[in-house]
Each structure stands twice: as C-alpha cells, then as structure tokens.
C-alpha cells in the first residue's frame, strides 16, 4: 500500500461533488457554470493555499474566469530535491506572471541537530525574500515525522525554531502552519485495522507521511502550535485547514479570542463545517470575518506527477484531455465552495442535506480578498 500526498485529481475524485465524473473529459452545461458566475466574477479573490508545480494556461484560464489570483505554497523540509524543485518554480511563475501568482516558501529540515542549522534556514529565507516569497509554510512533519538524533519526535514549541520564528516576524512575513491532521485520524483503527493516519505495510507501521512508529497525540500537537502562538504575539500566523480544528468551530473560536495573531484558512474544511449546526457555523464566520481566508489546497501545473511528489516523473506532461479535465474539475470546485458561502442552497453531505451559509457580500469580500491583503504582506501586487 503506497501512500503519497494527497493529489488533486484524488481529492477531486473523492470529495462530494465529484465523485461522478469520469476520467473522460465532460462538457458542463451553461446552467452549471451560470450560476452564481456573476457574482462570483465581481470581485478579486485570492486563492491562499495552492500547490503549484508550474504555470500552465488552464489556470490562467480559471483565475480570469474566476477574477482570481493563486498564492503557491513550497512545503515538505525532508525531501531536499522535491524541495528545490518547488521553490524553483514558485520564484519564476511569481517573477514572471505576478498577476497570477504569488509564492511561500519553506525551509530545509535535515541536518537540524547541527549547531548552525537555524543560521543556515535564515541565510536561506533571506534568499527567499529577495525573491519574492511573502511568508513560511511549517508542515505536519514536523511532530509527525520529524526525529532528533535520539530517535524522539520534534514538536514545533521546540526552542530550536525560535530564531527563525523571529527573523520571519522581522520582516514582515506570514507563518502559516499545518501542525497535526483532524482528530479523527487519531481514532483506533477500524475491523480493517487501518485507520486514516496509521496501517499496516507487511510488518511494518507508517504514519500517513512516512514510515515511522510510534506516535504524538493529536492535543499534544495542538498544544505545540498553541504555543508558537503565544510566544511570537507579533508574528502574524494563519492556519491551515483552519488550524485543523474545523471539526468543532467552538473549540477554534477559543484559539482565535485568545491569540489576536492568528487567522485560519478554508482548506480542506467544508465537509467537516457541514457535518455542524448550520446557524453555529454562520456565526462563527460573521464574528471572525476578519480572521478567515479562503483557501482551496488544489495542485495545478503540467506536471503529470501532482505537485512533485514523485521525482522520476517531473518531465512528465498531462493529456490534452487531462488538461481539459483538470480545468473543468477546478472551475466547479471554485464555484461549489462559493455557493456553500454565498448561497443558502442545499448540499448533499453523507445520507443528510445541509444548506449553505448565505454569507453577507461584505464578509464574502473579505474572506475571499481583504483579509489576504491584510494577513500576508503584498499578495496583492500586480493584482
């Protein structure tokens, strides 16, 4: 059983939306793509979580379609080449077509027992400052995977991070952090015995981003990032998936009436906020208009291995019917997660219906372009 990142195409593939279609390339009747188009079209967005291998004219064709921009995201500090590839490309589409694209670099997370190794992650921010990167993405590996020469997981409230965490709040950048997964994939593994985060590879058990026994708790990861929070008050700091805590909007209304330097993103989230009460999560969204960006979590480019995940296939080129999927497929996700926050239209979710949250037009605005102007230092240039 080879577990990868999850793809574009398979997260498409498995969302409610889409489970009919077919690898076959489909037409969409005007009637799908009619509505709501217009007012979807009326102002800019900015799409904050995006994974971007390399410029390709379908997703040009999407944000003019959409008034849009795509903010790309490097992430994975183990995988050195996969990593270079991706900072690679981010400089060039960013310097080459700003109006599309803006980019987030991360750092290299090997050799981190060496003295030096927080001096050489800033000389190397530095690089990708210059060069147009507006904030640090931190990834699950670290408290997932990440190990220090003694075998024992590094959590990010590690001290080792503090340096960089200040060089970054320094200049101006945003942190954005993914720490942990939703805690359903703590769960005990079900009669299959393979639950989401950890299974089974003949003798061997793997955690859903490497082969690595044993494990931290899902409120032990949680109590990390709550504490890079409250440490750097004046580093701005925006969650991932909504700080994985999109289970339950309570428990992340806490965080955000606590720590004024954080805001959340949409990614990834919008089967977990219909699964609560509706006027729950209405409210939650009216109160922290201000702190919630949208964010998709797509991967695009044309590159046939999504997002450079495995290296041998970089050269690799999606089908013209791969490409006219793919474009068709991202036009609808766009419009689908718009009308679960525009409209009070209903969804299918599982064996129930759930009606969307009918958002004012001043908190759409804000969510999907004001608060990212706000949050990330120049991701409007060019715009």
């Known amino acids: 059983m080879k577990h990868v990142r999850r793809s574009f195409l398979k997260k498409l593939a498995t969302s409610v939306i889409f489970t009919s279609l077919s690898p076959i390339a489909r037409s969409f009747s005007e009637k799908e793509m009619e509505h709501p188009s217009r007012q979807m079209k009326s102002f800019r967005k900015i799409d904050i979580h995006t994974h971007i291998s390399s410029d390709a004219s379908y997703l040009r064709e999407v944000m003019d379609h959409w008034n849009m921009k795509m ?11 996969r990593l270079k590839a991706q900072i690679e490309a981010a400089v060039e589409i960013s310097e080459i077509l700003p109006r599309y694209y803006a980019w987030c670099t991360t750092f290299d997370l090997n050799m981190i027992d060496n003295p030096s190794w927080a001096d050489q992650v800033i000389e190397k921010l530095k690089v990708d400052f210059d060069h147009g990167a507006l904030g ?24 080792l991070f503090d340096p960089i965490f200040d060089f970054i709040s320094n200049n101006n950048k945003t942190l954005f952090m993914h720490i942990g997964d939703p805690p359903n994939y703590w769960l005990s593994p079900g009669p299959d015995g393979l639950p989401d985060a950890w299974y089974k590879e003949g003798n061997d058990v793997w955690n859903r981003i490497g082969k690595y026994k044993g494990e931290v708790a899902y409120d032990r990861l949680m109590r990390s990032r709550d504490m890079v929070l409250s440490r750097n008050p004046n580093l701005k700091i925006v969650g991932c998936h909504m700080g994985n805590l999109s289970y339950d909007v309570d428990q992340l209304a806490l965080r955000l009436d606590r720590f004024p330097n954080y805001a959340v993103e949409t990614s990834f989230t919008i089967p977990f906020l219909k699964g609560q009460a509706r006027e729950k999560v209405r409210e939650f969204f009216l109160k922290y208009k201000d702190r919630i960006l949208y964010g998709s979590d797509i991967s695009g480019g044309l590159i046939a291995s999504p997002y450079l995940v495995d290296m041998s296939k970089i050269d690799v080129k999606w089908s013209e019917t791969e490409i006219e999927n793919l474009k068709l497929e991202l036009l609808l996700q766009y419009e689908e997660d718009f009308k679960y926050f525009s409209t009070d239209k209903e969804f299918s979710q599982g064996d129930y219906n759930v009606r969307g949250l009918a958002l004012p037009e001043e908190v759409l605005h804000k969510i999907y372009f004001n608060n990212s102007v706000s949050w990330i230092n120049g991701i409007d240039k060019k715009f």
């Open 71 to 81: 903010f790309t995201i490097c992430n994975e500090g183990l995988k050195t080449d």
């Open 136 to 159: 640090v993405k931190i990834w699950k590996e670290i408290g997932m995977q990440l190990k220090d020469s003694k075998g024992n997981f590094i959590l990010i409230d590690n001290p």
